[in-house]
């Protein structure tokens, strides 16, 4: 596609409820980033994949959260028993490979309500 | 990994005159990144430069680096009420594969 496409773009859910984030990264680019930014704040770095390689998890704030990535493409990540503190807008990012420019989906705004 | 500190968090303008926002960090760099983004939504790169180059420019957009003062700048000439929005520098540091990110700075720019 043209640009990293990312779904759905708005999700609310209950407290304790399970969800699924969705991003499909630019064709050919081996990097891809997840962010979350709370209201008024900075990136806050959740996980990264590059390639083949073993994800770099540091970033996850608790074993309630993961990622995969498919095939090298598309990236899911998954929050378990979602609380009220991860409201957010959930970024994802891709780059054609190290230390090069990110571009960026237009994200998820996840509520929990 | 560190992040950069944008300075200051707000800055508020008339058209047409210039923005400067600043970036500061500790460690040593590989490169420093400007993105912006519009309405808390996904973020558009600006301008990379690298430890060893001293100043880009794109369009309207001059960005320094002050790599023995550990600092940054990005300079918006002739500025529009189209260039409001958040700033944000992130940092890609010697040993990282990661861009960390500061806070940003929200620029208005008042018609």
């Known amino acids: 596609g043209a640009g990293v496409s990312q779904s759905p773009s708005n999700k609310v859910t209950e407290k304790g409820k399970d969800v699924e984030l969705r991003c499909d990264p630019i064709s050919g680019h081996t990097a891809l980033y997840w962010y979350r930014q709370s209201l008024g704040q900075g990136l806050e770095f959740l996980i990264y994949?590059?390639?083949?390689?073993?994800?770099?998890k540091s970033g996850l704030p608790s074993d309630r959260f993961s990622a995969e990535r498919t095939g090298g493409s598309v990236s899911t990540l998954t929050i378990q028993r979602t609380q009220q503190e991860d409201s957010a807008v959930y970024l994802c990012a891709s780059s054609l490979g190290i230390r090069t420019e990110a571009f960026f989906g237009q994200g998820t705004r996840l509520t929990v309500v | 990994s560190q992040q950069g500190e944008e300075d200051p968090q707000a800055l508020s303008i008339q058209e047409g005159e210039n923005a400067t926002m600043n970036c500061s960090y500790k460690?040593?760099?590989?490169?420093l990144q400007w993105y912006r983004q519009n309405s808390g939504r996904g973020l558009v790169h600006l301008i990379l430069?690298?430890?060893?180059?001293r100043e880009k420019h794109s369009g309207r957009l001059r960005v320094t680096l002050d790599t023995s003062k550990k600092s940054s700048s990005l300079l918006i000439t002739a500025s529009r009420a189209a260039d409001t929005a958040s700033y944000f520098c992130?940092?890609?540091?010697?040993?990282?594969?990661?861009?960390?990110f500061g806070r940003g700075t929200s620029l208005i720019v008042h018609p």
């Open positions: 994949f590059q390639g083949n390689s073993a994800p770099d």
């Open positions: 430069i690298r430890s060893n180059e």
């Open positions: 992130a940092i890609l540091s010697g040993g990282s594969y990661i861009p960390t």
């Open positions: 460690t040593s760099i590989n490169n």
